[in-house]
């Protein structure tokens, strides 16, 4: 990861708000600390990289909050050596917080623009544990599964079966259940009966999961 930026002190600040926020895992902070967030937005949005807010990234979509990314991987509990599917790469940025926690990420862009983008912006950061795949999120990527968390990080109306079908024994599943309106952002663990039990986090507003088992294009 990059280190030693100008940025260093903007990301020493975020962390202190994150820390408010009621953030806590030592993991997720280190995190924070570490990627160069402002790599990962559009160059005229660079001055507010670090403020604790949603941006555009273009194409109708948008880099969450800092927040929202430290809740849900503080939510995984990761001790660094899971392998991590992450649906929906979006900036890259997430993408990269994930790779400081676990020991691998494989991610799914639908969108080539943005799989582009995030691939560079992920090499820029120094990122060499995460791969972008372009394709239908919703589908998964099989090829490296199981996985023992998986993060959707668009709504759903319902949890993609092929994800269930990727988690391995004593996974979980992250991801904003409801319309394309609003939604609760869920907590799903496969239980030893291979049942999945739901825990709500918090409500959400995320752009909607397109593909094969999301919302219809």
Not at 55 to 63: A, D, E, F, M, N
Not at 123 to 146: E, F, H, I, K, Q
Request: hydrophobic residues 45%; aromatic residues 6%; charged residues 20%.
């Amino acid at each position: 990861m990059s280190r030693g930026d100008s940025y260093s002190g903007y990301r020493a600040r975020l962390v202190e708000v994150l820390r408010g926020r009621g953030i806590s895992d030592l993991h997720v902070l280190r995190a924070v600390a570490e990627v160069p967030r402002h790599l990962f937005v559009p160059e005229a949005l660079r001055a507010q990289a670090y403020e604790d807010a949603a941006l555009p990234i273009g194409k109708s979509q948008t880099i969450s909050a800092p927040s929202t990314h430290a809740r849900i991987l503080q939510s995984l509990k990761l001790k660094g050596t899971e392998r991590i599917l992450e649906v929906g790469t979006g900036s890259g940025y997430q993408t990269a917080l994930l790779a400081m926690c676990a020991g691998q990420v494989f991610s799914v862009e639908r969108v080539a623009t943005l799989a582009e983008q995030a691939r560079a912006a992920l090499t820029a950061a120094g990122v060499r544990n995460a791969s972008v795949l372009l394709g239908d999120g919703s589908l998964g990527w099989r090829a490296y599964a199981p996985y023992d968390a998986i993060i959707v990080a668009a709504a759903s109306p319902a949890v993609p079966g092929p994800l269930v079908e990727q988690l391995a024994p004593g996974g979980r599943i992250i991801v904003p259940l409801g319309g394309q309106g609003r939604q609760q952002l869920t907590l799903l663990t496969v239980g030893e009966d291979g049942a999945l039990r739901e825990a709500p986090l918090t409500d959400a507003t995320f752009v909607p999961l397109r593909g094969k088992h999301g919302f219809d294009d």
